[in-house]
């Protein structure tokens, strides 16, 4: 059986029946939706995965600049008033 990364479980025909009381036992925790006792999906409040979203464009900002810190030396200072 696969490792479930969550403490709140419901089946799909569970969630079809009765979306807002799985929710709402779940506290705002993840829910993994079962299908035939194995892990399908997992539902997040939509705070959690806006906020993951954010940590994946601050992870992908920080690969673009560690890929071009080699770009560093190149680069000519200019003050802002210059600009």
Do not use: C
Request: proline residues 5%; glycine residues 2%.
């Amino acid at each position: 059986m696969k490792t479930l990364f969550a403490q709140v479980t419901a089946s799909i025909s569970e969630l079809q029946l009765n979306p807002t009381s799985i929710l709402e036992a779940a506290e705002g925790q993840p829910i993994a939706i079962l299908n035939h006792n194995q892990p399908e999906a997992y539902l997040i409040p939509a705070e959690t995965y806006e906020w993951l979203m954010e940590k994946i464009d601050d992870l992908e900002l920080a690969q673009i600049i560690k890929e071009r810190e080699h770009e560093k030396k190149d680069a000519i200072e200019v003050s802002l008033d210059e600009l």
